[in-house]
């Protein structure tokens, strides 16, 4: 696995197939793993935040989930051939798990999205166990009871939503007292895999558009939307004087 480097903040230049062998490979070693599926945002995000930088350096892998990133890639002297969506990713990892030993938790979002997720998934793969989920909202007391849930129940992969960049910084200061296998930074993906919040169709995705879909249904997006063409320039900046 070749490793690009954009704006600081490294990524797995590997198809969506060799990231899903990885996270197998992750769930099946002895140690703690930890992938996050940095975007252009996340990347601005972390040139302005010295720890967030410093979380997504320690990662197991950085997989290039926006097609910002491959575009970006360009500039580098070793551009990244495939965009690895993260919500594809875990969703391949249920589709390996279902015939595997290997158990699940869901931590994240408004109440009751995880649970919903659970559902889903465990009717569409048959045979996932997904032993618990949690809420995205919780105080210091909360958290302590997370903790030890997902301590007792001993899941092999951990998913995390609870938004950038509190999700990777949460997984980074917690993943040495968590007895699970692998960590994942997931976003607004349990939305997703619940059915509360609608992905793109193929068309979009399949031509790299997904961006564009996310636009034109949730206006509201529009000013985090403009991180993207200031990361281009950002890129671009760096490739020509060094900046």
Request: glycine share 8%; net charge positive.
């Amino acid at each position: 696995m070749s490793i690009c480097k954009i704006l600081g903040v490294p990524f797995a230049d590997i198809t969506p197939e060799e990231a899903v062998d990885r996270g197998v490979s992750y769930l099946n070693n002895n140690g703690k793993s930890m992938i996050f599926t940095p975007n252009p945002e996340m990347v601005m995000e972390a040139r302005k935040d010295r720890e967030f930088m410093e979380v997504l350096n320690s990662s197991t892998m950085n997989i290039p989930d926006g097609i910002g990133i491959i575009y970006g890639s360009k500039f580098t002297s070793n551009p990244i051939k495939y965009r690895v969506a993260g919500c594809d990713l875990i969703q391949e990892l249920f589709d390996r798990m279902k015939d595997m030993d290997k158990t699940a938790y869901f931590f994240g979002s408004a109440p009751g999205v995880a649970d919903e997720a659970k559902k889903a998934m465990e009717a569409k793969y048959k045979g996932l166990k997904i032993t618990g989920t949690a809420n995205g909202y919780f105080d210091k007391e909360r958290e302590k009871e997370i903790i030890a849930e997902i301590n007792e129940l001993k899941p092999d992969l951990l998913l995390v939503g609870i938004g950038f960049p509190r999700q990777e910084k949460w997984i980074y200061n917690h993943i040495r007292e968590l007895n699970i296998k692998l960590a994942i930074g997931v976003g607004g993906s349990l939305d997703v895999l619940s059915g509360s919040v609608k992905r793109a169709p193929d068309f979009f995705i399949n031509h790299n558009l997904e961006w564009f879909y996310r636009l034109i249904t949730q206006p509201s997006r529009f000013v985090r939307m403009l991180q993207l063409p200031l990361f281009m320039l950002v890129v671009i900046r760096n490739k020509l004087f060094g900046k």
